[in-house]
């Protein structure tokens, strides 16, 4: 029943900055873990970065101070402001979230639809 949602995605040049967005719905007791991956032709899925409840984050060395998440637990959402973007970020990004359906069950993954960023001048 959970659904992930992104938006903001799309062409900008190399050096360009873009915003996602991922908002969760659906009947939830907890969100753990929430995030982006991406996966780009021919590779791997990847982890982006992902902030737990408590705040903790985690991210690929490649991003480092090039991309920040944030969130907003009211609206069971979090945003991904990518900034000096390169052409090697080219990927179709997916919202992640790590779910507690109810006090009872055991957490699972859940995916968005993925969202297309394209670096390119």
């Known amino acids: 029943q959970v659904q992930l949602v992104e938006s903001g995605g799309g062409l900008v040049q190399p050096g360009g900055s873009l915003r996602l967005s991922c908002a969760a719905s659906?009947?939830?007791?907890?969100?753990?873990?929430m995030g982006w991956y991406r996966q780009a032709p021919g590779n791997q899925r990847e982890l982006v970065i992902t902030i737990t409840s408590g705040g903790r984050t985690n991210y690929a060395d490649s991003v480092k101070g090039r991309f920040t998440i944030s969130r907003d637990s009211a609206k069971n959402t979090v945003y991904l402001q990518m900034n000096r973007l390169k052409p090697e970020d080219t990927a179709v990004y997916y919202c992640?979230?790590?779910?507690?359906?109810?006090?009872?069950?055991?957490?699972?993954?859940?995916w968005g639809q993925g969202t297309q960023v394209t670096v390119s001048s």
């Open positions: 992640y979230a790590a779910v507690a359906l109810d006090i009872m069950t055991p957490v699972k993954d859940y």
């Open positions: 659906g009947s939830m007791f907890s969100i753990y873990n």
